[in-house]
């Protein structure tokens, strides 16, 4: 349990950790904001592209070497971008640390959940918060390391930590290799889900900036959404005949899994622009270096431990998933709503720690519940499959979230600007803006979570694992 988690904590802290780095380099390479923003978009694209296909490979070619594949490449391209001496070299090695991580987490999700028998509500409960704990612990961690080590160190340290999961993998992981051929491998359903879900991501990152009605943003989001109907079209005829589609279509029946992906995307397009604007407050208006930004967020570790671990070992088992996922994002949406209303010279103790207090326990009682409830009745051949729609559900929510609220926050502080507020005034203006929009984003993912499925059983689902 404790490797399956490092290997989720590094994944889910590095798409946070450079985010912090991101000044630092802009700096280094005189990179324009649009060029810059390719350093994180970049990995997304092949995170998110990637994932259906690293998900149904764990079940057809087995977890073990498929998680092997992943953290070997994940490991060298992060080596490759901390030592990159250019822009573009940076870039290209996020493209490829993301195709990395496609492959390494659905493996490692599909493990945690047929792996532990009857504690497989109390497993998925750890991973969670696991993952809820590395999204803060991240921005602090990348504050410490960029402004003692430098901006490369937030890259660099990934390649010891993946020698060390390497050793333990082999060690502690059964060698669980089955025969696959190109028969079993639906190279149609690949190339469409993967071409459709990276053009989706790329439209969506690019439009705050090439606008949403430019022609390249219509392209690409028509040519996404061909892909994705060529994709459904195929893996509908391959089940029919009897072939091992990509993503057999019979698997969004299965109760709860699309309710619980759905809230998710929308739970977290609206809770990772907390981290954004709140991080570009403290930075931009409170004047925060690197290190005080990553020190704030301290006391969130605590509130999401704290969410995660009330959520498995008491609420869940006795109230089940439904009240805690809707309960969780009620709590997180009034934090994110408290800091909807932070001054231009605020406080931290009075504007911000409140807030931050109260998204984060929402937070970790929202991931533990959400899993547990998108995975319960999985059955152990399809877990690889229901891990990739898991993190595809959060990828693809969160890079539409984001690029939704920029638009919010840089529209309203351009009108700011023209009627002439002080520059400080107006990005907090559009900061406020975008936070006010995040909260209820959470809000309605409450409402979807109304339609998932309440369950407290840790013997559903995964007990042929």
């Known amino acids: 349990m404790t490797l399956l988690c490092a290997i989720g904590f590094m994944d889910m802290i590095d798409a946070v950790i450079v985010n912090v780095a991101m000044p630092a380099i802009q700096h280094r390479f005189g990179l324009p904001q649009q060029s810059l923003q390719w350093v994180v978009s970049g990995y997304l694209l092949t995170y998110g592209g990637g994932m259906l296909l690293g998900g149904r490979a764990a079940d057809l070619v087995g977890r073990r070497p498929v998680l092997v594949v992943g953290v070997t490449v994940f490991a060298a391209a992060s080596l490759i971008g901390g030592l990159a001496p250019t822009p573009g070299v940076l870039i290209g090695a996020r493209v490829v640390q993301g195709a990395g991580a496609a492959a390494m987490m659905p493996a490692a999700l599909s493990l945690v959940m047929t792996s532990f028998g009857t504690d497989r509500v109390r497993a998925v409960g750890i991973w969670s918060g696991t ?37 333990g993998v082999f060690r502690l992981l059964p060698d669980d290799r089955r025969r696959a051929t190109w028969r079993t491998v639906d190279v149609a359903g690949a190339v469409s889900s993967t071409g459709g879900l990276g053009l989706l991501i790329w439209a969506v990152v690019e439009a705050p900036h090439a606008g949403w009605g430019a022609l390249s943003t219509v392209v690409r989001l028509a040519g996404a959404a061909v892909l994705l109907v060529v994709f459904v079209w195929n893996e509908r005829r391959c089940e029919r005949r009897g072939g091992k589609p990509l993503v057999p279509l019979s698997i969004v029946r299965v109760r709860g899994l699309v309710a619980a992906n759905a809230t998710q995307a929308v739970a977290i397009g609206g809770l990772y622009g907390m981290f954004f604007f709140v991080t570009l407050y403290m930075q931009n208006v409170l004047g925060y270096s690197a290190l005080q930004t990553g020190l704030a967020y301290l006391p969130a570790t605590s509130g999401v431990v704290l969410g995660a671990g009330v959520a498995t070992k008491f609420l869940i088992p006795r109230a089940g998933t439904l009240p805690v996922i809707v309960g969780g994002l009620v709590v997180a949406a009034g934090g994110v709503w408290w800091l909807s209303l932070l001054p231009v010279h605020g406080s931290y103790p009075s504007d911000i720690l409140p807030g931050l207090l109260g998204f984060s326990l929402g937070l970790g009682l929202v991931f533990v519940a959400v899993m547990n409830a998108a995975t319960a009745e999985v059955t152990p051949e399809r877990s690889g499959l229901a891990s990739a729609l898991v993190q595809i559900s959060t990828q693809v929510g969160g890079a539409i979230g984001i690029a939704v609220l920029i638009a919010f926050a840089a529209a309203h502080t351009t009108g700011l600007l023209a009627a002439g507020v002080p520059v400080s005034g107006a990005l907090t203006g559009g900061f406020r803006l975008a936070l006010r929009v995040s909260s209820i984003a959470v809000l309605v993912a409450a409402v979807l979570g109304l339609r998932t499925v309440n369950t407290r059983d840790t013997t559903s689902g995964m007990m042929g694992g």
């Open 131 to 167: 993952l809820g704990l590395a999204t803060t612990a991240g921005v602090l961690l990348g504050g410490v390391l960029t402004e003692v080590f430098g901006w490369r160190s937030v890259l660099l340290i990934n390649p010891i930590v993946c020698v060390v999961i390497l050793a």
